[in-house]
Structure formats: C-alpha cells, structure tokens
C-alpha cells in the first residue's frame, strides 16, 4: 500500500498507521479472546441490550468501584477527573495516571500467536461493515469474501469487542462524525487500521480495523487513539470539506487548484480553519520543513520515496515522537496526540516534546485526555 499518497491525495486516501512504530507485530494471531475487550468484566446487559444487533454492553451504577463515577449517558463506570475552563486538573496525575501507564505497558507482547498464516498473501478485504449509531452498531453490510475469510467475517462478538473497546475510550460526544465502522483484514501485520471519509458523504468518516492485527493490545489501544486523532483533526468543523474534490479525489489538478487556493494548511480535505489544531500544528512544527517534505511525497518510486523519507526522518529524529510521525503532518499530529494521551506531560525540550505539550494548549484537549485516561483505566484495571 501506498502510504505517501495519504498526504496528497483526499478522499481516496485510506489514512493508516503501518506498523512502522513498533514492528512489534510479531504475533498477529486471531486470538481474539485475549484482547482486552474481552477481558472487561463484569459487563451486564443494560435494559436496552435485547437486540441482538445492539453490541454495546452497559454497566449500571452497582458497577462502579469506590473511586469511580456513574456516566448516565454511556453507562459506564470510570474515575472522573474535574478539570477548569484553563485545562488545569484537579491533579496532575489524578492519582492513578502512573498506574495506568503501567498497566498500558502490561498489555504489550502478552498474546500467543494464532492461525493467521495463511493471511499473509491477501489483498486487503472488508469483511463487514456496520453503521454506527451512537455507541451502538447496526444494519451490518457483509461483503462478498472468499471462503477462508468466512469464519472472520461471521465472528461477530470479535468485531464487537473491538468496537466496544474503542467506544468506551473515545466519547461518543467527541466523534459525532463517525458513522460506520469497517472490519476488514489484510493478513497480519500491514494497515492496523485507518479512517477515510465515506464517499456517500464526505463530511462523515468510517473508521477501520484489521482483525488479523488486533491481539496486542497496546498497539491497538494506540491506534485507536491515533485514528481518532485523524477523526478530531480532520473532521469538516476543523477542515470543511472542499465538495469539488471530494467528487474527483484522484483529480491531480483540482487538488493542486484548491491547494494553491488555501490561504492556510491544505490537508487534502478542503481548506483548513485558521484556528483549526491541524493549522496550528503546521504553522509551528511544519512551515519551515513542508518545502523539503512535500517533494518527498511526490516521489513516484517506492523504493527511491522510502529511502528519501528515512532520510528526512533520519536528519530530524528528535523531532517525531515516531518515525511514522514524520511521513506528513495529518501523521505526526495523530503520533503526537496519541502519545500526549498515553504518555506523562513531558519535561524534556526536544521538539518531539513540543508537539505533545501543544495540546496542553488547548483546555478541551487536557480534559478529554483525563476523561480518555479515566476510561481506560476503568477497563484495564478490570482485565
Ligand atoms: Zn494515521
């Protein structure tokens, strides 16, 4: 796959995270049982779980432990940390922030592998697709697979865990633009997962993830992190959607137009908002570097482009918190933001620390990471 053209191309571009971060994909069984999800106990059927179509299991009030708070709306329990309109916490740690980075480490490499061999050779598949309502999914799409894929396709409990483990870490009031969620598989290792906006329409985003690469849990949980970063960033209040484009995403002389007609940061999308994160981020951390980067990304050869952009990456490495991070903006600030959610303020001064402290800039930002870190906590601690 051809990830350079995420940086260039709108709508057809399939934002992913390859697992360049880590290579630590060793394992990419289809162990789905010992993902966390699964683990999450004790889960009880809310009143409204009757439905068999309705995947999103509730706790009720009973639930909770001492420290922990009712959340009415997505009934759920998790420990709620108070923060002021200036982004300041009513404890920089909250008090259990050490633990739960401990725990996130716990998740890493704990996962036998599976019987996923075979998936090696195949082509990226959707196996199913499901609107997404809220916290729940429904009206699931099947689509037309070969027949070793069958058992991942009918293994609906594996989509729903996965769902449920990503539902409850990300607020529903903070992805209202989420509207379907893929499951598809490109054998282990490859795309984790992605975000693309919906070609029925644009300013709605589907979120994807690959079965066969779910068994680490803390490459998920970053990923996950890290695709709603793309979601929160790009969404069509931060970048309104340039409709023309949207129409013809392959069209090279329409993006150059629109691109050239952006007074700000182009993201593919449409224009960005001047106050938009993603401005912001370019505006500080790209403007000088965007010149040397974007003749990288035109590269056609993938050979030649890949050893350009180790090069690129290589020369500047304190300044990505991945080398991922480095393969365009639309990247770096999903890296940065999934490691300023799963990582301790920093104290350093490199510029990779600069770009997770930005978003201590933003009050909003500070209380959905403790929001974010409250529900996490609330599910690994009950692995
Ligand atoms: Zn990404």
Known sequence: MNHRFASRISVARWIVLLCLLTAALLLAGCAMEEISPADVQPIEQGETDENEDDYYYTETAEDCWEDEEFDEVDQLCYPVVYCDENGICEEEDYGFLDILFGLVDE?????????????????????????????QLVAPELAAVTDDLLDFQADTQAHQKIWVYFARLVPPDQRPYLTKYVVFTDGPEEVLAFVSPDTDDPTKWLLGVDIADTSDPEELTFTLIHEFAHLMTLNSSQVPVDEELALEPDNEELYEEAAAACPVYFPGEGCSEPTSYINAFYERFWADIYEEWS????????????????????AREDDFVSDYAATSPEEDIAESFATFVLSPKPTG???????????????????????????????????
């Open 107 to 135: 998740l890493a490499g704990g996962v036998a592998g599976g019987d996923f061999e075979d998936a090696a050779e195949l082509e990226e598949n959707t196996l199913i697709t499901y609107r997404v309502e809220g916290n």
């Open 295 to 314: 003749e990288i990304s035109w590269i056609e050869d993938e050979d030649e482009y890949a050893a350009a952009a180790e090069e690129f990456y290589l």
């Open 349 to 383: 001064d490199t510029l990779a620390d600069e770009k997770v402290a930005f978003f201590y800039n933003y009050p909003e930002l500070v209380k959905l990471r403790a929001e974010m870190n409250g529900r996490l906590y609330s599910r690994l601690r009950r692995r």
